[in-house]
C-alpha cells in the first residue's frame, strides 16, 4: 500500500468517524415504551429524533422531553398563551373545537408487547389473543394539520377543567386519548403538566423499524413500519 493511499484511507475514516458524531449530535434513537401515542407510534417503534437546531416546537409536533428525571413522548396541542379544555372527548382550543373525522376502526391483537410488555386497552370485550378494537378519528389543528387519535368512548379525562398554558410553556397530549398520561395530570409519573420548553429536546422524525416482541427477534418486526416519517 502506497503513502499516497494509506493517506487517502485514514482521510475517508475520518470522515466517516465525523459523519457518525454529527449524526449522534443531531439525531437521537428512542425505543416507545408504551402505548400512549397509538395509532401514531406503537410500543416497540425505533424511532430517531432531531436534537440540533430545533427551534420553538410547532403545533402538532411529537417532541421527546424529560419531567421528573424521565423521558416522554407526546404531541404539542397548546401553545404559550392559549386556553385548552377537553369536552366529550374533543379538544377545545380558546374556546373553539378541533375538528374530528370518523377514520373507522384501530385493530391489533390483545397481547403484550413492547419493551414495556403491556396490554392494550379495547374498547370491546376481548380475551388473549384476541382483536382489541378503538375508534379512529381524524382531528385538525388550526392551519389544517391532521392525524389519528383513539377514542374508547366515555372516559375520566374526557372531560377537563380549562388549562391556561404559562408563558414558557406548551400543553401536550398523547394521541391515545383515553389510555395516555399527559398535560391533563400533573404528578409525574402519572402526568407532566405543563411542559417547560427547556425540557423539550428532541422532535420525532422517523420511525427506522418497529418490533412486536423482542427487539432482537427480526420475526416480531413489523412489516410496514420501516423509514416511516413521523408527523
Same mark, same amino acid.
Given at each position: 500500500m502506497t503513502r499516497k493511499t494509506t493517506i487517502l484511507l485514514f482521510s475517508l475514516a475520518l470522515l466517516v468517524l465525523a459523519g457518525l458524531v454529527l449524526g449522534r449530535m443531531v439525531y437521537q434513537p428512542f425505543w416507545i415504551p408504551s402505548g400512549n401515542m397509538k395509532p401514531t407510534l406503537l410500543p416497540g417503534d425505533y424511532l430517531v429524533a432531531r436534537t440540533w437546531g430545533l427551534g420553538p416546537p410547532g403545533r402538532g409536533d411529537i417532541v421527546v422531553f424529560r419531567?421528573?428525571?424521565?423521558?416522554?413522548?407526546?404531541?404539542?396541542?397548546?401553545?404559550? !398563551?392559549?386556553?385548552?379544555? *377537553?369536552?366529550?372527548?374533543?379538544?377545545?382550543?380558546?374556546?373553539t373545537a %378541533?375538528?374530528?373525522? /370518523?377514520? #373507522?376502526?384501530?385493530q391489533e391483537a390483545f397481547v403484550r408487547?413492547?419493551?414495556?410488555?403491556?396490554?392494550?386497552?379495547?374498547?370491546?370485550?376481548?380475551?388473549?389473543?384476541?382483536?382489541?378494537?378503538?375508534?379512529?378519528?381524524?382531528?385538525?389543528?388550526?392551519?389544517?394539520?391532521?392525524?389519528?387519535?383513539l377514542d374508547?368512548?366515555?372516559?375520566?379525562?374526557?372531560?377537563?377543567?380549562?388549562?391556561?398554558?404559562?408563558? !414558557?410553556?406548551?400543553?401536550? *397530549?398523547?394521541?391515545?386519548?383515553?389510555?395516555?398520561?399527559?398535560?391533563? %395530570?400533573?404528578?409525574? /409519573?402519572? #402526568?407532566?403538566?405543563?411542559?417547560?420548553?427547556?425540557?423539550?429536546f428532541a422532535r420525532a422524525s422517523m420511525i427506522l423499524f418497529s418490533s412486536a416482541g423482542d427487539l432482537g427477534d427480526p420475526g416480531a418486526w413489523r412489516d410496514g413500519r420501516y423509514f416511516v416519517k413521523v408527523r
Open positions: 419531567s421528573n428525571g424521565m423521558t416522554f413522548v407526546a404531541r404539542v396541542i397548546g401553545m404559550p !398563551g392559549e386556553e385548552v379544555q *377537553l369536552v366529550k372527548g374533543q379538544v377545545l382550543i380558546d374556546g %378541533l375538528p374530528q373525522a /370518523p377514520a #373507522g376502526d384501530f408487547g413492547g419493551p414495556g410488555g403491556g396490554l392494550p386497552v379495547c374498547r370491546n370485550q376481548v380475551t388473549s389473543g384476541g382483536i382489541c378494537v378503538k375508534t379512529m378519528l381524524t382531528e385538525t389543528l388550526p392551519g389544517g394539520r391532521s392525524y389519528n387519535v374508547l368512548g366515555e372516559r375520566a379525562f374526557d372531560n377537563t377543567p380549562v388549562f391556561p398554558v404559562p408563558a !414558557g410553556h406548551y400543553f401536550l *397530549l398523547g394521541d391515545n386519548r383515553d389510555n395516555s398520561v399527559d398535560s391533563r %395530570l400533573a404528578t409525574p /409519573p402519572v #402526568g407532566w403538566g405543563f411542559v417547560p420548553a427547556e425540557a423539550i
